[in-house]
T-cell receptor
């Protein structure tokens, strides 16, 4: 069966520090991968998606970047965090062009 | 993808059916209706999806009107664990990106 992992579960970082969040998927190959963010009390916002290794599409301009160095690995990064980067970051995957997305457990980031 | 409209909140008594409405008046012929829910501090969970026929699975039933401009998610016997934000999303299967655009959803509060 397929599983999706995210780490860390929680993170507290000072403003201006770098960020690296990792997401990995097991039990599938060539999935579509997605990064979402949920600010406190807000809905989910799609940040990036990838349909293959090295292929990244950005949905909104921001202080973040994404990379997909391996088929089942998706990384969210920032060189310098802002207070507004605080939120709940969710990774998701989907197989093929049909069906549902499966979400990971999320990383709760607090920028202080 | 078509935009959806949902009531911001609803209450339901435990053991009763919860009927969550969604309007998607601009839906096009190749767009599916998807429902997800998000329990507090967790990633969204897929519930059900459909095109034009009513659908039922172990979690819920989806009723889509004949003109496809609205739908209703039915939780037949709501429990306290069904308290969550429910998202109705309309998505085309013709795109290989599989992006989900989340709105604000309906916060369902199941009360004892």
């Amino acid at each position: 069966s397929q599983t999706i992992h995210q780490w860390p579960a929680t993170l507290v970082q000072p403003v201006g520090s770098p960020l690296s969040l990792e997401c990995t998927v097991e039990g599938t190959s060539n999935p579509n991968l997605y990064w979402y963010r949920q600010a406190a009390g807000r809905g989910l916002q799609l940040l990036f998606y990838s349909v293959g290794i090295g292929q990244i599409s950005s949905e909104v301009p921001q202080n973040l970047s994404a990379s997909r160095p391996q088929d089942r690995q998706f990384i969210l990064s920032s060189k310098k965090l802002l207070l507004s980067d605080s939120g709940f970051y969710l990774c998701a995957w989907r197989q093929g062009s049909l069906g549902e997305q499966y979400f990971g457990p999320g990383t709760r980031l607090t920028v202080t | 993808d078509a935009k959806t409209t949902q009531p911001p909140s609803m209450d339901c008594a435990e053991g009763r059916a919860a009927n969550l409405p969604c309007n998607h008046s601009t839906i096009s012929g190749n767009e599916y209706v998807y429902w997800y829910r998000q329990i507090h501090s967790q990633g969204p969970q897929y519930i059900i999806h459909g095109l034009k026929n009513n659908e039922t699975n172990e979690m819920a039933s989806l009723i889509i009107t004949e003109d496809r401009k609205s739908s209703t998610l039915i939780l037949p016997h709501a429990t306290l664990r069904d308290t969550a934000v429910y998202y109705c999303i309309v998505r085309s299967h013709s795109s290989n990106t599989g992006k989900l655009i989340f709105g604000q959803g309906t916060t369902l509060q199941v009360k004892p």
